[in-house]
């Protein structure tokens, strides 16, 4: 393995953060390096955030607008002549939410 990555990997075992690689000719193809068990926790879809510290609950609401957004752009890029003005969250999105917001009320 390449010495410089394997440092890398050594300080993200040792501190628990994220290394983000950056690759400016492709974009597309940048990537985050994390954590085994921060990867598994990322994946994870809990049935409810009972179990989650405030800053993981931050971390999954935050992903949770991230995609909502994503998929807002890409329902947005409609072929020419559609009416890209209107639009709505899906239903599947908008009750996750409220089911979230209800659960971190209920924590509070």
Same mark, same amino acid.
């Given at each position: 393995? &390449?010495? @410089? ?7 993200? +075992?040792?501190?628990?953060? %994220? #290394? #983000?690689? =950056? ?5 597309? +193809? $940048?990537?985050?390096?994390? *954590?085994?068990?921060? =990867?598994? @926790? #990322?994946?994870? %879809?809990?049935? !409810? ?7 993981? #609950?931050?971390?999954?609401? !935050? ?12 329902? $947005?890029?409609?072929? %020419?002549?559609? !009416? &890209?003005?209107?639009? $709505?969250?899906?239903?599947? @999105?908008?009750?996750? +939410?409220? +089911?979230?917001?209800?659960?971190? &009320? *209920?924590? &509070?």
């Amino acid at each position: 393995m &390449n010495e @410089r990555l394997e440092h890398f990997i050594n300080l993200i +075992a040792k501190t628990g953060d %994220k #290394l #983000l690689v =950056y690759d400016r000719y492709n974009p597309d +193809a $940048s990537f985050v390096v994390v *954590s085994l068990s921060e =990867y598994e @926790r #990322l994946t994870a %879809k809990p049935d !409810n955030v009972k179990g989650l510290t405030e800053d993981e #609950l931050i971390d999954k609401i !935050n992903r949770d607008i991230s995609l909502w957004k994503e998929e807002g752009r890409q329902s $947005s890029e409609t072929p %020419k002549g559609h !009416n &890209n003005r209107a639009w $709505s969250i899906p239903e599947s @999105r908008r009750r996750e +939410a409220e +089911a979230l917001g209800a659960e971190a &009320n *209920s924590i &509070n």
